[in-house]
């Protein structure tokens, strides 16, 4: 922060001040031991404060020309409780300055943490949110998509048909808006999210989902439940959300595994497809859901990995530590 002017004008003016102190200071030892004042003696002690006006550039020079004074001022026989001002500054003043001058570093490297931390914060909370809105986005049309072609499919030959697929795709447009309103909400301070975060407690609505978008998935749960930390309920949930997703996309089965095992510190969860793969169109470039998978498992502390199984399928699997 800048100093006003005003104070930078008291800080140069202080020397004089110092001399006229001495100078009283003098005046004093005069009257009490009867001895006058002299033009040298008044001299020097002006000379030795005004030697200190060096020290905002040159504070070693500035000090040692003040000693020389007093030294000088010593020789002459001149009494010595004048000078102790200007010796106490002048032996004082470059500590001082040093002291400033290493407070002001650890201003600026200071504020220079504080830019680069709120510019990371600020960096991991766009990746944050990106990759929420990526996984709610890239499900709800998945399932929009898998239905609308279903209806497409069947409008000639089985209209009875036609409804439940519509009213899939209305079922998950409305779910796909209120977890994006949910997402915008969090980034206003004053504005409480519109819904809880989902964890696995909410896995079952993943299921319903899937099956109305004709993959049938066998959820198996391994141990006791347990109530997880809200980051490794939702990191966990997103994860299977997002391979249910690929597996509509990118897989021609129609069945899917769900494992979910609680141990004692840590939660796993893995879904895997018979396969096999479909053929990616034409132009088609891979995206970042299985790079995101990895991410959202180690912002949590926790391992993913994604692979075919070696058999035709695809296989994710998740590790949180608690």
């Given at each position: 922060?800048?100093?006003?002017?005003?104070?930078h004008g008291r800080r140069r003016?202080?020397?004089?001040?110092?001399?006229?102190?001495?100078?009283?200071?003098?005046?004093?030892?005069?009257?009490?031991?009867?001895?006058?004042?002299t033009a040298v003696q008044l001299?020097?002690?002006?000379?030795?404060?005004?030697?200190?006006?060096?020290?905002?550039?040159?504070?070693?020079?500035?000090?040692?020309?003040?000693?020389?004074?007093?030294?000088?001022?010593?020789?002459?026989?001149?009494?010595?409780?004048?000078?102790?001002?200007?010796?106490?500054?002048?032996?004082?003043?470059?500590?001082?300055?040093?002291?400033?001058?290493?407070?002001?570093?650890?201003?600026?490297?200071?504020?220079?943490?504080?830019?680069?931390?709120?510019?990371?914060?600020?960096?991991?909370?766009?990746?944050?949110?990106?990759?929420?809105?990526?996984?709610?986005?890239?499900?709800?049309?998945?399932?929009?998509?898998?239905?609308?072609?279903?209806?497409?499919?069947?409008?000639?030959?089985?209209?009875?048909?036609?409804?439940?697929?519509?009213?899939?795709?209305?079922?998950?447009?409305?779910?796909g808006l209120a977890e994006v309103?949910?997402?915008?909400?969090?980034?206003?301070?004053?504005?409480?999210?519109?819904?809880?975060?989902?964890?696995?407690?909410?896995?079952?609505?993943?299921?319903?989902?899937?099956?109305?978008?004709?993959?049938?998935?066998?959820?198996?749960?391994?141990?006791?439940?347990?109530?997880?930390?809200?980051?490794?309920?939702?990191?966990?949930?997103?994860?299977?959300?997002?391979?249910?997703?690929?597996?509509?996309?990118?897989?021609?089965?129609?069945?899917?595994?769900?494992?979910?095992?609680?141990?004692?510190?840590?939660?796993?969860?893995?879904?895997?497809?018979?396969?096999?793969?479909?053929?990616?169109?034409?132009?088609?470039?891979?995206?970042?859901?299985?790079?995101?998978?990895?991410?959202?498992?180690?912002?949590?502390?926790?391992?993913?990995?994604?692979?075919?199984?070696?058999?035709?399928?695809?296989?994710?699997?998740?590790?949180?530590?608690?």
């Amino acid at each position: 922060m800048e100093q006003p002017e005003r104070w930078h004008g008291r800080r140069r003016g202080w020397p004089l001040g110092l001399a006229l102190i001495q100078v009283f200071i003098a005046l004093a030892v005069s009257g009490v031991r009867q001895v006058p004042v002299t033009a040298v003696q008044l001299g020097l002690l002006v000379a030795g404060p005004l030697a200190l006006v060096l020290l905002r550039r040159w504070p070693v020079v500035a000090s040692t020309v003040t000693g020389l004074v007093n030294v000088a001022y010593l020789l002459l026989g001149l009494p010595f409780p004048p000078i102790i001002p200007s010796t106490v500054v002048a032996i004082a003043s470059p500590f001082a300055r040093a002291r400033r001058e290493a407070y002001r570093r650890y201003q600026a490297e200071e504020r220079r943490r504080r830019s680069e931390q709120e510019k990371r914060q600020a960096a991991d909370e766009r990746v944050r949110i990106a990759r929420e809105l990526h996984d709610v986005l890239a499900h709800s049309l998945s399932l929009i998509n898998v239905r609308a072609s279903v209806a497409l499919e069947v409008m000639d030959v089985q209209p009875q048909e036609i409804r439940p697929a519509l009213q899939a795709i209305k079922e998950a447009s409305r779910d796909g808006l209120a977890e994006v309103r949910s997402v915008l909400a969090s980034l206003r301070s004053d504005e409480a999210p519109r819904s809880p975060n989902p964890d696995l407690s909410r896995v079952d609505d993943l299921i319903e989902q899937a099956g109305a978008a004709g993959l049938k998935v066998e959820v198996e749960t391994l141990g006791p439940r347990q109530t997880l930390p809200a980051t490794v309920g939702l990191s966990a949930y997103r994860i299977i959300q997002e391979a249910l997703t690929n597996v509509m996309r990118h897989s021609s089965a129609r069945t899917a595994t769900l494992v979910v095992q609680y141990a004692d510190r840590a939660v796993t969860v893995g879904v895997a497809d018979p396969g096999p793969a479909s053929p990616k169109p034409d132009g088609h470039e891979g995206g970042r859901g299985l790079i995101g998978i990895q991410e959202r498992a180690a912002s949590v502390g926790g391992l993913a990995t994604a692979q075919p199984d070696g058999r035709g399928g695809f296989e994710v699997m998740a590790v949180f530590p608690l």
